[in-house]
Every structure is written in structure tokens, then in C-alpha cells.
């Protein structure tokens, strides 16, 4: 796979703190289960070093991703999904994340695909909902 291989990236309406919390809301309001919530230039700061506001959500919902795991378990190297909210060098407020069709084709899995396409369809959505007012 390329770096690059299905990596979406939108720029947000939002404030980066807004578009922090407007992810953390959207994400329960869908009934996702979030993981962890990781404050990179957070953590970053802990041990000296300067890195733009950079928040990664490890999100999911075990009903949906357990059976692509069941069917192929290197599918849990990459789940649960995540999402990357950072502010940009112009100042716009990005977010990101992979589609999981991408990650299929990347270990050749068969059989999962119509579960791949569901769920990326869903990320899509809440990631629309994230950017936009």
C-alpha cells in the first residue's frame, strides 16, 4: 500500500478546538465507542519538543469490526478506525482518516468487501458531519 492509498483528508469549518469537540459529539452521538482520545502535541510538550494542536481518536463499534477480524486478523493491526484532527500550516483545521476498502486491498482480503464499503460510507458521513456547520 502507499502512503497515501486511500487517506481522506477534508479542512473543517471549525476551529481546531471545535472540530475536536464537534468529533468527540458526533462520534457518541452515532453510538461509537471511543478508545482513547490522544493529545499528540500534548505529549509532545511533556517531553520539551513543539508539535502543531494534533488530537488522533481511536474510535469504532465492535459490532461492525469484529467480523472483518474474523475474517482476516491482520484486519486488527488497523482497527479500531481513527480519525486525526490537526491544525494546518495556513491555520485551517484538517482532519483525516483511511478507508478501510483501502486496507482490504492492502492484505488482499476477500469476502469482507460489502462490510468494508458499508463502514467507510459511514465514516464518511460522520466525517461530514465533523467538517461542516
Known sequence: MRPNEGLHIRTSVHSYADTVEATRAVLRQVGQTIFAEIDQA???????????PTTLFIF???????ALMQAVPLFALELPLKILVWRDDD??????????????DAY???????????????VAK???????P
Open 42 to 52: 500534548g505529549a509532545a510538550r511533556s517531553v520539551g519538543l513543539p508539535l502543531r
Open 60 to 66: 469504532g463499534n465492535p459490532q461492525a469490526g469484529t
Open 126 to 132: 460522520l466525517i461530514e458531519k465533523i467538517v461542516t
Open 91 to 104: 491555520g485551517s483545521t484538517k482532519v483525516a482518516y483511511r478507508t478501510l476498502a483501502s486496507l482490504r
Open 108 to 122: 488482499a482480503a476477500s469476502g469482507v468487501e460489502d462490510r468494508a464499503d458499508h463502514i467507510d460510507a459511514a
